[in-house]
T-cell receptor, first 111, second 115 residues
Framework: SQQGEEDPQALSIQEGENATMNCSYK?????LQWYRQNSGRGLVHLIL?????REKHSGRLRVTLDTSKKSSSLLITASRAADTASYFC???????????FGKGTHLIIQP | GAVVSQHPSWVICKSGTSVKIECRSL??????MFWYRQFPKQSLMLMAT?????????EQGVEKDKFLINHASLTLSTLTVTSAHPEDSSFYIC???????????FGPGTRLTVT
């Protein structure tokens, strides 16, 4: 399965600032999901957005989806040091079950 | 949310030996489970799709004879890394699809180190 691209690959910002990560993918999808992974740990599911949705919110998270551009963004507002982690987008293509993960963005929040 | 467990959490084995990793869905029956592999500082790559009662479907480039998958029950799938080599050292993560919610839930992962 081909991976999508995420940018930036790494991002370092000050605590309190907003962090934006982008994800692009290649195939038609059923849904797109964002996950967080702390170093050496398992995945934490953040949010799922379906192909017929354009924007979704969950707490400090805001996800957008543009299926015409095959892209999504994850915005974390008022970042905290605990948000330091790697963030991955994952798409579920139509007709397939397994998820295709992007390469990830490593986010560092400086206190 | 639903819970998926993996056992063991980490394992160190010698080159040439085989290692079995278990993935269990604890509060739902999963007809489909997935196995992913993640090398250090890289993303997750789908290895195979495990269907209860039938043969697993492997992604291109994944050796089915090296990575044996058994999905004998609706709550358990196992991945056996046969004749492990140091290049098989990786983080192996499973997920299970809850057909009732039509969502996937990930296990905590198993870190394999082959010496």
């Amino acid at each position: 399965s081909q991976q999508g691209e995420e940018d930036p690959q790494a991002l370092s910002i000050q605590e309190g600032e907003n962090a934006t990560m982008n994800c692009s993918y290649k195939t038609s999808i059923n849904n797109l999901q964002w996950y967080r992974q702390n170093s050496g740990r398992g995945l934490v599911h953040l949010i799922l957005i379906r192909s017929n949705e354009r924007e979704k919110h969950s707490g400090r998270l805001r996800v957008t989806l543009d299926t015409s551009k095959k892209s999504s963004s994850l915005l974390i507002t008022a970042s905290r040091a605990a948000d330091t982690a790697s963030y991955f987008c994952a798409t579920e293509p139509w007709g397939a079950d397994g998820l295709t993960f992007g390469k990830g963005t490593h986010l560092i929040i400086q206190p | 949310g639903a819970v998926v467990s993996q056992h063991p959490s980490w394992v160190i084995c010698k080159s040439g030996t085989s290692v079995k990793i278990e993935c269990r869905s604890l509060d739902f029956q999963a007809t489909t489970m997935f196995w992913y592999r993640q090398f250090p500082k890289q993303s997750l790559m789908l290895m195979a799709t495990s269907n209860e009662g039938s043969k697993a479907t492997y992604e291109q480039g994944v050796e089915k004879d090296k990575f044996l998958i058994n999905h004998a029950s609706l709550t358990l799938s196992t991945l056996t890394v046969t004749s492990a080599h140091p290049e098989d050292s990786s983080f192996y993560i499973c997920s299970a699809r809850d057909p009732g919610r039509n969502e996937q839930y990930f296990g905590p992962g198993t870190r394999l180190t082959v010496t």
